[in-house]
């Protein structure tokens, strides 16, 4: 089975950092990523992770270790903007299937 | 580049009806993917169309059905329509090499009455 937990709602203070964690139960991995949903629209894509480690992308980072079953979002400045929903999503192996998450609600207060 | 298109953006039927939605992928993405997102709740897979072919499709029930077009846009169609089926329709295209990362179009938000 495929199971993705997630947070589901967190607050933060604008300027400070914020880690989201995501852990997966699946049968197999080929990769986990990132998205923002701001209230109402789309999701964009923020990080991809295949192998364990960290990848740095300006204020995001994200962190994977396969042998946890874990990842992570690192937020660091956080903005006003940065309000919104965050999605973990684990591709099946073998396939172009994604898992979802139910998203992590993040608060950025001033 | 323009993304990916939905249309309609909303959409309000009443319970029995039919509801069509329809995406047109970024291009040379040959992939696309049909999600619901009901309030709330996360994204839930529905199907899949990769070269014209349904890869894959998630738990729901035959009344979801789409197809992908020869110009690799893409259709869903919901049949007799529940109260339940409101939700957020989220369409996404990858591209058929390049790896696996999706883009989504901006949704059609379907209202059952």
């Known amino acids: 089975g495929q199971n993705i937990d997630q947070p589901t709602e967190m607050t933060a203070t604008e300027g400070a950092i914020v880690q989201i964690n995501c852990t997966y139960q699946t049968s197999g991995f080929n990769g986990l990523f990132w998205y923002q949903q701001h209230a109402g629209e789309a999701p964009t894509f923020l990080s991809y992770?295949?192998?364990?480690g960290l990848e740095e992308k300006g204020r995001f980072s994200s962190f994977l270790s396969r042998s946890k079953g874990y990842s992570y979002l690192l937020l660091k400045e956080l903005q006003m903007k940065d309000s919104a929903s965050y999605l973990c999503?684990?591709?099946?192996?073998?396939?172009?299937?994604?898992?979802f998450g139910t998203g992590t609600r993040l608060k950025v207060l001033a | 580049e323009a993304g990916v298109t939905q249309s309609p953006t909303h959409l309000i039927k009443t319970r029995g009806q039919q509801a069509t939605l329809r995406c047109s992928p970024i291009s040379g993405h040959t992939s696309v993917y049909w999600y619901q997102q009901a309030l709330g709740l996360g994204l839930q897979f529905l199907l899949w169309y990769d070269e014209g072919e349904e890869r894959n499709r998630g738990n729901f029930p035959p009344r979801f059905s789409g197809r992908q077009f020869p110009n690799y846009s893409s259709e869903l169609n919901v049949n007799a329509l529940e109260l339940e089926d409101s939700a957020l329709y989220l369409c996404a295209s990858r591209p058929t090499s390049g790896g696996g990362t999706q883009y989504f179009g901006p949704g059609t938000r379907l209202l059952v009455l």
């Open positions: 992770n295949v192998l364990d």
């Open positions: 999503a684990v591709q099946a192996p073998g396939t172009y299937k994604y898992i």
